[in-house]
């Protein structure tokens, strides 16, 4: 040993595949967690983003970190910033995954990216994800994890935040309390700590309060277009976070169809009315 830290272009390329079967638990379970029924027809077909529900990375705790995830330097590189989030998407749906089918994700890392903003260092991580069953492409994904420096002990986040959209065609007002925190941590085996542990996310990583899951955001933004458009097909989304959202404070996810109706511009809203997340749905 040298005692030399690795670099983290070394995990570049890295490579990891997992096989899960398509089960109907986590979609029933989900489906509950957001006050609706699934229609007959659909019940066998996984929604838009209602993979990530599968394949998850199942961690002996004697292998997590401080703040509840895996360890770092297994997968993902080890990034030594303390805080780390899902900063954003882009994926591409070539077709439903179905309950029964026994699918296989390959995960490769793409690019690491290390740049200093107004808060310090960062470090943004994208993931390509390729997932298929049966010998046949279903989705595509690249998937952004942003690293961030702890705050400076006094320091105050003097950057202002943008307002969101006003010209909605669509909205729904979500109140996400820790019940349905603790759901989505659980359904998809997620035991980051911002998210349930009050004393950790103030006291450690700086933040007001429990952090609602981006990924559940941009769920509940695709879940907007599939209340709205029931026989619509996705096949494409993108998403990026713009700040947090926090817990016990509701918020809303809201929609505007283009002229033809084959894109629609989504986005969500804290309740002071700033944008938390943009993203971008396109239609087959």
């Not at 065609?169 to 997620?190: C, G, H, K, P, Q």
């Not at 619509?232 to 993108?238: E, G, T």
Request: hydrophobic share 40%; proline share 8%; net charge negative.
């Amino acid at each position: 040993m040298t005692g030399v830290p690795p670099r983290l272009d070394d995990w570049l390329n890295k490579e990891a595949v997992a096989e899960d079967d398509i089960t109907a638990f986590p979609l029933t379970a989900l489906a509950a967690t957001f006050d609706r029924e699934e229609a007959a027809a659909t019940r066998h077909l996984v929604p838009p983003l209602w993979h990530w529900l599968y394949f998850l990375p199942v961690s002996p705790l004697a292998e997590t970190g401080e703040d509840g995830h895996p360890a770092r330097g297994g997968f993902l590189p080890p990034v030594p910033l303390p805080r780390r989030m899902w900063a954003g998407g882009r994926l591409t749906f070539h077709a439903p995954l179905k309950v029964g089918e026994r699918a296989t994700r390959t995960s490769t890392i793409v690019n690491i990216d290390d740049k200093t903003g107004r808060s310090g260092r960062l470090v943004f991580v994208t993931v390509q994800h390729t997932i298929e069953a049966d010998g046949e492409l279903k989705i595509d994904e690249e998937h952004d994890i942003v690293y961030r420096d702890a705050p400076q002990p006094g320091a105050t986040d003097t950057s202002k935040p943008a307002r969101a959209p006003d010209r909605e065609t669509w909205s729904r007002r979500i109140d996400a309390d820790a019940v349905m925190l603790f759901r989505y941590s659980a359904l998809t085996f997620n035991s980051h700590r911002i998210h349930y542990d009050f004393p950790y996310v103030t006291q450690v990583e700086g933040y007001p309060g429990l952090i609602v899951h981006g990924p559940l955001i941009a769920t509940l933004l695709l879940d907007l277009v599939r209340r709205e458009q029931p026989d619509a097909s996705v096949q494409s989304f993108a998403f990026r976070a713009q700040r947090p959202t926090f817990a016990g404070q509701p918020f809303t996810v809201c929609g505007t169809p283009s002229a033809d109706g084959k894109t629609i511009e989504l986005w969500a809203k804290d309740h002071e009315g700033y944008l938390t997340m943009r993203a971008t749905a396109t239609l087959a």
